[in-house]
């Protein structure tokens, strides 16, 4: 079974839709949660950390749903620079990646 | 705003040769890693290191590799008799608290695309 599991995608949404990103993981002992982005062929980059009681930061909203091992990513007025992988990441004594999930923002 | 740098941003190896891989973590954290992205493949986890020694590692870390600090500043990741299978993208990343502590997320280098040939 995979440790963090992802929906690949692509999505490919034209500007201003909302878009959700799903992920699943396996270690009920997972302590901490975060959404990176990754632009092609660079390095991850915190999007956000996501938290028990959900977090919200602009047009980005996380949440975490502990008893069905479940975070979520919810990108709200989508813009062309949104474009990116984006890759649920859990941790426990270390860092677990998800396949990530592709977005293309479109005109 | 501080940041991992890793230098070089490109390392191009004969199949069989040793290279090094170097990382200059974030001044103030404490703890330090490595992880390689294959083209097209999720981000793997190599190792973890804290206080001079391994923490964690995975089943990709066999005897090829090793890591160092072998002064305050840099972190080094040693891979011998490279491999065609070992070209990818290598990234440091280094934390200020123990993976897991209160959502403290882990700050990633620009990579080193390793090439072997």
């Known amino acids: 079974r995979k440790e963090v599991e992802q929906d690949p995608g692509p999505f490919n949404v034209p500007e201003g839709a909302t878009v959700a990103f799903n992920c699943t993981y396996s270690n009920s002992a997972s302590q901490s949660f975060f959404w990176y982005r990754q632009d092609c062929r660079k390095e991850p980059k915190l999007l956000m950390s996501?938290?028990?009681s959900g977090n919200e930061d602009g047009r980005f909203t996380a949440q975490l749903n502990r008893a069905s091992q479940y975070i979520s990513l919810l990108i709200r007025d989508s813009k062309l620079s949104d474009s990116a992988t984006y890759l649920c990441v859990v941790e426990d004594n270390d860092m677990r990646f998800g396949a990530g999930t592709r977005l293309t923002v479109k005109p | 705003e501080p940041e991992v740098t890793q230098t070089p941003s490109h390392q191009v190896t004969q199949m069989g040769q040793e290279v090094i891989l170097r990382c200059v973590p974030i001044s103030n954290h404490l703890y330090f890693y490595w992880y390689r992205q294959i083209l097209g493949q999720k981000v793997e986890f190599l190792v973890s290191?804290?206080?001079?020694?391994?923490?964690?590692k995975s089943e990709i870390f066999d005897d090829q590799f090793s890591v160092e600090r072998p002064d305050g500043s840099n972190f080094t990741l040693k891979i011998r008799s490279t491999k065609l299978e070992d070209s990818a993208m290598y990234f440091c990343?280094?934390?200020?608290?123990?993976?897991?502590?209160?959502?403290?997320?882990?700050?990633f280098g620009d990579g080193t695309r390793l090439s072997i040939l």
């Open positions: 996501v938290y028990s």
């Open positions: 990343a280094s934390s200020a608290l123990y993976p897991g502590t209160d959502n403290q997320p882990q700050h």
């Open positions: 290191f804290y206080n001079n020694e391994i923490s964690e």
